[in-house]
């Protein structure tokens, strides 16, 4: 049910010369009707790996080849795409030999398929169980018609095959060359993005950074609103070219009288599912009213913001909201997460779920009941801290005497657990208003970690990773110190 915040209630490359000829029980699928919205498919590898994606002469049109471009390809982990049902698991021939060898086919629901051939060994997952994106399904090998160590991939929609995406960004795989005169699509090299949820965003009160892939190729950029005064507002993206930010090009710019800065609260997400993160905006009406705009990114500049959410008067009190982002029930599209201030003691996280075009009424996933979580106290983030593909909320608490604990709000997918405390610094060891939040997977192992920029005075900054377990976060590691008279963190805002 609605609740109402005020009342009582997310290699060179090696192309195998053999055929891969896969019998009927593995290219047939079971033919679906009007195929839905593409999902936010991934490569099927773990966060940050480089592979080569590629095909040959008579290998059939669409089908992509694997291979690593570091290391060695055999063995290495295979991960679901997006999260669904396996409904094909086991060995296509028995003649392993022949065919697609050990395999494994997932069914993402209206009309989405993926299938992933030649695997080293039999599964590890079986038909009618249910797998999150980013969960690992096997592993390379080259078991079948195949002369080496590689991943067999397609997507498939309606049944036929398609042209795989990752990450909303086209494969460029789509012809074989074969019968002679057809081009052959040339290889290319991908990141994978498998990381278990989707871009983030930082938001502190009414700081007004971001950070997402505005552009859609795979790099994360840095986003900023900047005000001009007189009611003149505009998104600025400073596009990461991998080794360095071009400079900031206005996306977006409101114009005199129409936009207060003053009365945003601004994170990033993919909340349409397009894999380009998009500009959130939680804007301050007065007299209890709030709403949430979303400014959709093209790839080259921002739409004029949409409202997708109105609180309407005297039901959302803006100053009472700390914003975070993230996809909170594993569709594939970023969420608002709100957490409350009731007053007394008493805070609560609602989520506004993304329907690609607009949110809706935001529910209560957890409430602390009163006398129990200070608002004043908390500083607020997201991630995939376990790893299960859901955003989690993440919450640093403020003691006192120099005593700051991590919580994590595991995400259920409807719901959170009460929060948990995964890191505790003890009495005199970490003052909480000498620290800046920012989330990510620091360690390259599907989980999100927690970077937190630490103030030691003098003008020395210190960056810290507390690394997830999946269960707990390690004890805060130094990654970074500036040295004294280097970096002042009073003129930092992180993201």
């Known amino acids: 049910m609605s609740i109402n915040p005020r009342g009582r209630l997310r290699w060179p490359v090696i192309f195998l010369s053999a055929v891969c000829v896969l019998i009927a029980a593995v290219v047939a699928a079971p033919a679906a009707q009007a195929a839905g919205p593409r999902p936010l498919f991934q490569l099927p590898f773990p966060c940050g790996e480089s592979w080569r994606l590629g095909t040959y002469p008579g290998h059939d049109d669409y089908d992509i080849d694997m291979t690593a471009t570091t290391g060695t390809t055999n063995g290495r982990p295979i991960l679901a795409s997006f999260g669904g049902t396996v409904v094909r698991a086991g060995q296509d021939d028995p003649d392993l030999s022949k065919g697609g060898g050990y ?185 209890g009213r709030s709403a949430l705009f979303v400014a959709a990114s093209t790839g080259s500049g921002f739409g004029w913001p949409q409202m997708w959410w109105d609180s309407g008067v005297g039901n959302f009190e803006w100053e009472r909201v700390k914003l975070t982002v993230g996809d909170y029930n594993n569709d594939g599209r970023a969420d608002a997460g709100l957490l409350y201030n009731y007053g007394n003691a008493r805070s609560a996280l609602f989520v506004a779920a993304s329907t690609g075009t607009g949110f809706g009424w935001p529910q209560a996933w957890w409430d602390s009941g009163s006398g129990n979580f200070e608002w004043e106290r908390v500083k607020l983030v997201s991630g995939d801290f376990t790893g299960d593909g859901r955003a989690d909320g993440g919450l640093l608490y403020n003691y006192g005497n120099a005593r700051s ?76 110190d500036s040295g004294n008279g280097n970096f002042e963190w009073e003129r930092v805002k992180l993201a």
């Open 103 to 287: 395999y494994v086919r997932i069914d993402h629901g209206n009309g989405w398929q993926t299938l992933y051939l030649h695997m080293i060994e039999y599964p590890p997952v079986r038909v009618g169980q249910v797998v999150a994106q980013g969960q690992q399904i096997g592993r390379v090998g080259s078991t079948g018609a195949s002369s080496g160590p590689h991943l067999h991939y397609e997507q498939r929609r309606d049944g036929s095959k398609v042209e795989s995406w990752f990450d909303g960004v086209p494969s460029g795989i789509t012809t074989d060359g074969y019968p002679a005169g057809e081009p052959q699509s040339p290889a290319v090299t991908r990141i994978s993005r498998n990381c278990g949820q989707p871009v983030q965003g930082v938001a502190d009160g009414q700081s007004v950074h971001l950070r997402g892939d505005f552009t859609g190729d795979g790099r994360g950029d840095v986003g900023m609103l900047y005000n001009y005064g007189n009611a003149r507002s505009a998104l600025f993206v400073a596009a990461s070219t991998g080794t360095g930010f071009g400079w900031p090009q206005m996306w977006w710019d409101s114009g005199v009288g129409n936009f207060e800065a003053e009365r945003t609260k601004v994170v990033a997400g993919d909340f349409t599912g397009d894999g380009r993160a998009d500009a959130g905006l939680l804007y301050n009406y007065g007299s």
């Open 405 to 480: 604990a991590l919580f994590v709000a595991t995400s259920t997918g409807t719901g959170f657990g009460w929060p948990q405390a995964w890191w505790d610094s003890g009495v005199g060891n970490f003052e909480w208003e000498r620290v800046k939040l920012t989330v990510g997977d620091h360690t390259g192992d599907g989980r999100m970690d927690v970077g937190l920029l630490y103030n030691y005075d003098n003008s020395r900054s210190a960056l810290f990773t507390a690394a997830s377990t999946g269960g707990g976060f390690g004890w805060p590691q130094m990654w970074w």
